[in-house]
């Protein structure tokens, strides 16, 4: 579950393929009565982001995943995603991005990401600026979620597992490989 760029069916995806026409419009069409209830409680009308959680949600479970990759919104903290207990979570770098939602500075863009941090779970994270790894791994330590701290290059090793991310070399800057190798698996 992703933001998209040109299909809204690009943010629901399992074994990289988008949910289909028919498979969106049905899946929305069962929802609907669900959805209607919110109009008139206490938590109002369901937003836009919700709806379309809800329907990664409810197509994940239609087709029966084992795992899925879920990508919060804006922020994390109070992000309808927020709601999935993850085998494992994981931070990227922090930019200065939605100022006005988030906070002027790393520190406090990197408090709404932490937000995703749930007690025992995993973490790992590229974050590159000092302030902003200072408040995940205090969030991290509060929550006993063994933190991994990513730096470009290098592996890190634990007994969780093997972590290891490069830029991709034909890909933008802003696109990581990231691998994880487990005793079970790699990813």
């Known amino acids: 579950f992703s933001p ?9 995806q399992v ?13 929305m069409t069962e929802m609907r009565p669900i959805i209607d209830t919110f109009d ?3 938590f109002g009308p369901i937003t836009e ?6 329907l990664a949600f409810f197509h994940f479970a239609k087709s029966e ?3 899925a990759v879920i990508e919060v919104g804006i922020g994390g903290r109070l992000d309808a995603t927020n709601v999935v207990q993850p085998l494992v979570t994981g931070i990227t770098n922090i930019g200065l991005d939605h100022t006005d939602l988030l906070g002027d ?7 709404e990401k ?6 025992g779970i995993p973490v790992f994270t590229a974050t590159q600026n000092t302030e902003a ?7 991290a330590a509060c929550l006993n979620a063994p933190l991994t701290h990513l730096v470009e290059g290098t592996v890190s090793a634990n007994e969780r597992g093997v972590a290891f991310w490069n830029l991709a070399p034909s890909e933008s800057e802003q696109t990581a490989n990231l691998n994880l190798t487990t005793e079970r698996r790699e990813y």
Do not use: N, P
């Open 4 to 12: 998209y760029v040109y299909d809204v069916r690009e943010r629901v």
């Open 40 to 42: 008139d409680s206490e």
């Open 49 to 54: 982001f919700e709806l379309k959680t809800l």
């Open 65 to 67: 995943v084992d795992f």
């Open 114 to 119: 932490a937000g995703i941090i749930k007690e």
């Open 15 to 27: 074994g990289g393929e988008m949910i289909s026409q028919e498979d969106f419009a049905a899946r």
């Open 105 to 111: 500075t790393h520190a406090k863009i990197a408090f």
């Open 133 to 139: 790894f200072a408040v995940i791994a205090e969030r």
